[in-house]
């Protein structure tokens, strides 16, 4: 418990410092800002693993697949690039949402700030289902794992297709909730009209922004859980991985058309993830196999798009939008 409790502390800390002391005002975070920030989350992220090691190593916590120190360290930086990989297409459709309701560079890290803290808490209650049912129902394994492949082709058959949020049933659910302005007033996601509180584009975009995340966990997660069941290295890898994605939107958003190949690194992680569920009961496949399959994916995916590079209106369009200079 001490452990848990001291994870989420450090975090809290993280986000405050975050929100009110290196971003406090409004700017427009330009790629070397987040090349920086990028670098940090990175960083954190990785030498948790020591503290990872420490932590199994002394028996500071429980350990119910009696994993070696090692074992969890080596799960844990697996289940991290994992859950890092699959946010490249967060970014893409977050970039997406923005262009749509025409959110201000300078506006929208306060917009993924409470996006994140809005996933730290749906991503623990999905975790704690998702582990429970691993560990409660053998055969769920089958399930995530057909899932995962499902997705793995669904992705690989659907990837030119632009996401459009004003389509969605994510967006004509929110509009349901509340009335919405499309007026900006500032950072302020609700102002005051003739009486009535009413939604800024900021809050409709932040509404989009955290339902499209949760359906994006339904990968993410089953796809950790193929890792490990431990319900700490599951919570502690997918979250920081989540903290870092603000600053990786800013660093990466610039270079989505670079790395139009990645998508297929993706649909291989998956899809190996998923075969991995499926024949979890069967074959034994070892920590390193998993993390050497992610890298050589995600390796090759660039070396691709660096050799093969072709024009994707699309993610020139939201280049584009992105480099727009500040306005309002």
Known sequence: MVVWVSFIILVS??????????????????????????????????????????????????????????????????????????????????????????????????????????????????????????????????????????????????????????????????????????QLDGQKMFVVKMGKRIATPLFLALIVIELTDILFALDSIPAILAITADPFLVFSSNILAIMGLRSMYFFLSNLLDKFQYIHYSLVAILAFVGVKLILVHHVHFPEWLSLAVICVALGLGMLFSSLYKTDKKDRLDVKESLNTKKTG
């Open 13 to 182: 800390v993280f986000l405050v410092l975050d929100l009110f002391v290196f971003n406090r005002k409004a700017h427009v975070i330009d790629t070397k800002e987040a090349s920086k920030y990028t670098a940090l989350w990175v960083g954190i992220a990785l030498a948790f693993t020591g503290g990872v090691y420490l932590i199994y190593d002394n028996g500071w916590i429980a350990n119910p697949d009696n994993l070696t120190a090692g074992n969890a360290a080596l799960k844990y930086v697996t289940g991290y690039l994992i859950e890092l990989s699959l946010s490249v297409d967060n970014i893409f459709v977050i970039a997406v949402i923005f262009r749509s309701f025409a959110i201000p560079l300078k506006f929208q890290h306060r917009v993924l700030f409470w996006g994140i803290v809005g996933a730290l808490f749906f991503r623990a209650v999905m975790i704690i289902f998702g582990v429970a049912l691993i560990n409660q129902v053998s055969w769920m394994t089958y399930v995530f794992g057909a899932f995962l492949l499902y997705t793995a082709f669904n992705m690989l058959t659907s990837h030119d297709e632009e996401f459009d949020p004003e389509k969605s049933r994510v967006y004509r659910f929110a509009r349901k909730l509340f009335p919405v302005t499309d």
